[in-house]
């Protein structure tokens, strides 16, 4: 393995965000959300028609706050942005009235590309974080791109594996949520 699969980038990435109604999975349109960076600046979007947004932003984790008439606030700690690449999210919000935000942890996320040994993407890998009793798990697209998002501070033991077999691991300490943990991976034996 060689961890410098990839520089360190500022570059800005997409985030494309979709809110629906929990119950009925109906696109919620008009939601405001109000995202913050770790630099504390503030961007204020609203969905469209679909319930979707694009929040386009550099590299980091982002915290949302999405409220929407008739539902229930929703934080989002600690979303990850990564530089280069346009990714999806889809969020679900509880009706009811009244504010929900809870006062969740501080959060980050983990994110990069995973490439072979001569720098193509590899799809489909599983990836996971995993801290205690905590697991984070996701899948590098056909870009070789993944991100774990709402990751709290701590040691995390990162795994690239498929089904059949772990490709590589490494513990991670995760301390700073003001900083994305951006983690290339070039995996030399597949």
Request: proline letters at 5%; aromatic letters at 8%.
């Amino acid at each position: 393995m060689d961890r410098s699969a990839g520089p360190v980038y500022r570059e800005r990435g997409t985030l494309v965000a979709t809110f629906l109604d929990r119950r009925s999975s109906v696109p919620l349109a008009g939601a405001q959300i109000m995202c913050v960076g770790r630099d504390r600046a503030v961007t204020q979007l609203t969905t469209d028609a679909a319930g979707t947004c694009r929040f386009e932003a550099p590299e980091g984790p982002y915290d949302f706050v999405v409220s929407a008439r008739g539902y229930l606030s929703l934080l989002l700690r600690g979303i990850g942005v990564l530089g280069a690449y346009e990714q999806e999210l889809v969020r679900a919000l509880v009706p009811g009235e009244g504010r929900g935000v809870s006062e969740e942890p501080p959060a980050t996320a983990i994110g990069g590309f995973v490439v072979d040994r001569i720098g193509r993407p590899v799809a489909n890998i599983i990836v996971q974080a995993m801290a205690g009793e905590v697991t984070l798990m996701t899948r590098t697209d056909k870009r070789g791109a993944y991100v774990l998002h709402s990751v709290k501070p701590d040691r995390y033991d990162l795994v690239f594996r498929s089904p059949a077999q772990t490709y590589h691991k490494e513990s991670l300490e995760v301390a700073d949520v003001r900083a994305f943990a951006r983690y290339d991976v070039k995996l030399l034996h597949l």
